[in-house]
């Protein structure tokens, strides 16, 4: 166990570097935060005079060796967008985006194994067939046509939900809660079903078929000649085997909520990284990207450390490897 | 005191309701410090906490603010007459001091709205409520740049460790950046960035308020349909930059309504005519575009009719030059099209430039920076495909494009230029024609040069007489004119949308100026 942790952190901290430099060398095709700043009437002399004071006339390799130096230290820099410390700006985008990704999560587990696992029992029934149906269209409706129905539906039409922002929120030492307040809890409505849809369908699909993979296995049949209760073949055994895949998955797709709710975000102006990153792409805010992309690789790395590790806990024949 | 209130009562005089005026747009102010940026966006959003000595009506026309009135003392020496009784947010008085300061602190290194005061060589105390302004050389534009010296108070910045600009070298946040103390008409109460910024009215202000609110709320909505859907759904009174294609639902609403007009900005297209081999083409060993005939081909093989139908929707200006005929100091008698629309004309001048068969070349396009602009590049290609000059398009976001304009790495490009902050037409003839150097001509990325003109703008730069002034301009525009140094398309639209019962107050530099807002 020891040694598959330590082989995993090591593997960890090269994807680190390595997505930190790769960012880095992304920032010469974002363009250039100068214009942004000093407007468009500004003369050569007066763009380079700024370039120069913010560093970005030096090579590359500098800027990154530099970068490193500072960030290893827990020194990100200056946005250039707004003028504050990117850490801080990171941090306080932080709860917004676990608040709504952990709703989407829930909803997207708590609906979509459930779904999945009827769909595979009673897979002939019509209500299975009509799932099968509708989890097409979550699947392939893109996000933000979604988030533009939902808010075109309650809050153009039936005004009850707000179209954007996170509603009042309550601040516990430092984390900012959207939570405890009944118009925080409305703003989360609509952005965690429109992150939600996708996975959802994802999971109820994968669970389905992983579901009619086991069901048709030996063991199960033997399970049934033993006269085993059909609930307890279903979910003590049928279920917990399907469950491998879908926990990579899951683990996986919770990354992905957190590091691509940038539609999702964008569309309901829903003050998270999401929000952040886009409007630093937009801007050519340089800190706040590479600073972004360091995290998330961070955060993905994490899931993927224990994710492995709960295979550990799932399956036993990991362990016996 | 009970007497008071018992005139009051029995005269039915009621205390005004509490009006709070919700908008959005699609930017976040960048920063609280007037001093840190020089984006328009935020440049606008600042006036409502920070004044300078003079300031723009809704008419884009000077008027005084923290000056009562001024006079010249020598052709380079300016006198102001400061306003009495003018009160910061904190209480604070207002006086030469903190004008003086100011002036010391938009110099400091981290400062980026010096950029917009590079003619102004001192600002002097003379007593307490006298200052001096000092240009580098007779400049008749000192009102229009003083627009952009905010006055912040001294006591307040040095108690606050504040006394310079909020620098991006210095890696330290500035006390400025997130708190203020201005003498505007709101005073800051709340800022979220990227969620919403919460103004209230300064009941101390000096001026008497054009405006009957009470709260300010600004929130920024990146989204267009988003921001569209909020004000249909009843959640904002007001939003700015809608999407043209909104327009006809907000008015159908029957609750609320847009207001449009041209803003200031023109729209028009550049060409490199300095390089000796095009880029992006498939002419060798020659630039077709520094053939004055292959430019007006050009011109008159786009029709900006058309792009206002059925592009525009019917709502942009079509422009006969590149500056706006709104802005100070513009020959409004030059602005009909220099050549007609025809086609045929622009073969036959092909042809006579030796490109019967026309040729090929990249066309750079923003697709996120003015007006439909994506679109207009799409309609000029099909109109050059016409004449022959098959276009490469190159279309990408601002942030991108600004890197190519800066670098000249253009063959035919869209710019625009709304001559703003000044609201002037010195801007932008500076700025896009002047022959590009370390000092001048930053937005000529064709590198279009012309001594006679060259020698035009010092003069238009230092003229005192109005007149004289603006027939120097227009001497300028008819060289452009003439030269075809750029082609004009329109003047775009500025559109924002409203609850029925509130007046916007539009001004054509697409500034919100909320002091002049009312709410019913």
Known sequence: MLRFLSTRLWNGALVMIGVSFVSFLL????????????????????REAVRQSLGLDQPLV?????????????????????????????????????????????????????MGVY??????????????????????????????????????????LPAYGRGTTVSLGGWTTGFLTASGLKSLVMPSITLALFQMTLFM?????????????????????????????????????????????????LGALIAFSIITETVFQWPGLGLLIIQAITFGDMPVMAAYLILIALLFVTINTVVDMLYFQVDPRVRLK | MTLAMALFVSLGIVVAEAKTFTWASSLDVLSMDPYSTNNSFTNA??????????????????EPALAESWQSVSPTVWRFKLRHSVKFHNGEPFTADDVVFSWQRIQTPGSIAKLNLGDVKDVRKVDAYTVDVETKAPFPLLLNELLN???????????????????????????????????????????????????????????????????????????????????????????????????????????????????????????????????????????????????KALYQAIDVEAIKRSVMRGVSWPAGMILSPALNGAPTGLNNRAYPFDPEAAKKLLAEAGYPNGFTVGMQCPNDRYVYDEQIC?????????????I?????????????????????????????????????????????????????????????????????????????????????????????????????????????????????????????????
């Open chain 1, 27 to 46: 920032f010469n095709y974002v363009g250039d935060p100068v214009n942004n700043l000093v407007g468009e009437s500004a003369t050569v002399e007066q």
């Open chain 1, 62 to 114: 500098v800027r990154f060796v530099r970068y490193l130096g500072l960030a290893v230290r827990g020194d990100f820099g200056i946005s250039y967008r707004n003028l504050e410390p990117v850490g801080r700006v990171l941090l306080s985008r932080v709860p917004a985006t676990l608040e709504l990704s952990l709703c989407a999560a829930l909803l997207a587990l708590c609906l979509g194994i459930p």
């Open chain 1, 119 to 160: 769909a595979g029992i009673r897979r002939n029934a019509w209500p299975a067939q009509v799932l099968q149906v509708v989890s097409l269209i979550g699947i392939s409706v893109p996000s933000f046509v979604t988030g533009i129905l939902l808010i075109l539906t309650f809050s153009v039409e039936l005004n009850w």
């Open chain 1, 205 to 253: 699909r994968l669970v389905r078929s992983e579901m009619l993979e086991v069901l048709r296995t030996d063991y199960i049949k033997f399970a049934r000649a033993r006269g085993i209760a059909e609930r307890s073949i279903y979910f003590r055994h049928a279920l917990r085997n399907t469950l491998i895949p879908v926990i990579t998955v899951a683990g996986l797709q």
């Open chain 2, 45 to 62: 959003f600042m006036n409502n906490i920070y004044e300078g000595l003079v300031r723009f009506d809704e008419k884009v026309r000077i």
């Open chain 2, 149 to 295: 010296l905010t006055i912040m108070s001294k006591a307040w910045c040095e108690a606050n460790g504040a006394t310079e600009a909020s620098d991006l070298q210095q890696k330290k946040e500035n006390h400025a950046n997130r708190n203020t103390n201005g003498t505007g008409p709101f005073v800051l109460k709340s800022r979220e960035i990227d969620v919403k910024t919460v103004l209230t009215a300064n009941p101390t202000w000096w001026d008497k308020p054009k405006h009957n609110l009470t709260e300010v709320i600004y929130t920024p909505i990146k989204s267009d349909a988003t921001r569209t859907s909020s004000l249909l759904s009843g959640a904002l009174d007001a939003t700015t930059s809608v999407p043209l294609q909104d327009v006809q639902r907000i008015n159908s609403s029957g609750n609320f309504s847009v207001v449009q007009g041209p803003e200031l900005r023109t729209i028009f297209f550049g060409m490199d005519q300095y390089r000796d081999e095009l880029l992006y083409s498939d002419v060798k060993g020659k630039n077709p575009f520094k053939d004055v005939r292959v430019r």
């Open chain 2, 378 to 390: 799409l309609a000029v290609i099909s109109m050059l495909g016409r004449v022959g000059i098959k």
């Open chain 2, 392 to 520: 490469t398009p190159q279309f990408e976001p601002a942030a991108k494009w600004n890197v190519r304009l800066n670098q000249q790495d253009v063959s035919l490009y869209m710019i625009g230029h709304a001559g703003l902050p000044m609201a002037d037409s010195y801007a932008i003839l500076f700025d896009t024609v002047g022959t590009r150097t370390q000092s001048a001509g930053g937005l000529n990325a064709g590198r279009y040069s012309n001594p006679a003109f060259d020698a035009l703008l010092p003069k238009i730069g230092s003229e005192l007489d109005p007149e004289k002034r603006r027939a120097l301009i227009a001497e300028a525009v008819t060289i452009t004119r003439n030269d075809v140094v750029y082609i004009p398309l329109h003047q775009q639209p500025i559109t924002w949308a409203a609850k029925k019962g509130v007046d916007l107050k539009q001004a054509p530099d697409n500034y919100l100026r909320t002091w002049l807002v009312t709410v019913n």
